[in-house]
């Protein structure tokens, strides 16, 4: 099992971190473990706990962190705050976020996650739970449509879900060539100079099958919460689905006064609970974009708590 070790704004992420040798770290998406070892060989004295849904991920990440001040745990990074408190972490220094499919899930032929590769059709993170086959096989038109236009921002969501529908009553769809060519199908011929297009409805399957943005608001605030004063919430994200979830969640972190401006006075009580690292996000330079093209979307967002 070979996980990739090419974390995304590798550098900025530490950075960002300001990582105090004895504070008390989470990673929540460990992945290949490749952010998290970059905390941990910081720490003297402190702590890092690194979280992952994907059992193959907490295998290689045990492995991988070993000899560090780290503990892998298996856990939605959704559950933190019952994971931490479970090994007597209530507060923290800083956190980090680093959502989407990692390299080696998509890699990974059978884990079902690419298109560019045949293998069943599952896209589970947690390798447990309704698949994408499940989705495609079991769903109406109108909700595999609805899927497709909300997660995946597909225009030809209507054409592909009536496909895809059209297509299992001869046979069940079980592969990712299978589905990709099945959208290739139901895809005008003038719209296939825009990428692949299996691209958009194979990330809105992902999306929907691990419930990733369901998750991610109430997940964002119950980091923030685990923070101390003065920690760290950073964010890694990948499509700007969850990059505008992010991206309010840390307006709403830094907004203090919502009183009518015509009031003389703030009744409201509320002040601001954080600001931002950086105005403007952060994103990955020349020389990482030549050795890593996957790091080409990736935002990272940085808010302190104050």
Do not use: W
Not at 116 to 130: E, F, Q
Not at 137 to 144: D, P, Q, R, Y
Not at 185 to 199: E, K, L, S, T, V
Not at 201 to 223: C, D, T
Request: net charge positive; proline share 4%; hydrophobic share 40%.
């Amino acid at each position: 099992m070979e996980f990739s070790h090419k974390p995304v704004l590798f550098n900025e992420v530490i950075e960002s971190l300001n990582i105090k040798p004895n504070g008390i770290y989470v990673d929540g998406t460990a992945g290949g473990a490749g952010h998290s070892l970059g905390i941990a060989k910081k720490l003297k004295g402190g702590r890092l706990f690194s979280l992952d849904r994907d059992p193959d991920a907490v295998m290689v990440a045990t492995e991988r962190l070993k000899g560090y001040p780290a503990k892998v745990i298996h856990s939605n990074f959704k559950d933190m705050a019952n994971a931490l408190n479970n090994e007597g972490i209530s507060k923290v220094d800083g956190i980090l976020l680093d959502l989407g499919v990692s390299s080696y899930q998509l890699d990974t032929a059978e884990r079902g996650f690419s298109f560019h590769k045949n293998a069943a059709l599952d896209m589970r993170m947690s390798k447990s739970g309704t698949s994408a086959a499940d989705l495609v096989n079991n769903l109406t038109a109108k909700e595999l449509a609805n899927i497709l236009f909300k997660y995946g921002e597909e225009k030809f969501a209507n054409r592909i879900a009536k496909k895809i529908v059209e297509t299992r009553q001869d046979e069940p769809i079980t592969t990712t060539y299978m589905l990709a060519d099945i959208i290739s199908a139901a895809y005008p011929a003038a719209a296939r100079r825009d990428g692949h297009p299996a691209r958009k409805s194979f990330q809105a399957l992902r999306i929907a099958v691990n419930g990733e943005l369901e998750i991610l608001e109430g997940a964002i605030e119950s980091a923030f919460n685990l923070l101390n004063v003065g920690g760290v919430l950073s964010v890694i994200t990948f499509h700007s689905l969850e990059d505008r979830i992010v991206k309010q969640k840390f307006k709403e972190f830094c907004t203090g006064c919502t009183c009518p401006p015509d009031f003389p006075i703030c009744v409201c009580g509320k002040k601001p609970r954080g600001h931002l690292l950086n105005k403007k996000p952060v994103t990955a330079q020349e020389d990482e974009l030549k050795e890593n093209t996957r790091a080409r979307s990736a935002i990272l967002r940085t808010i302190i708590k104050d």
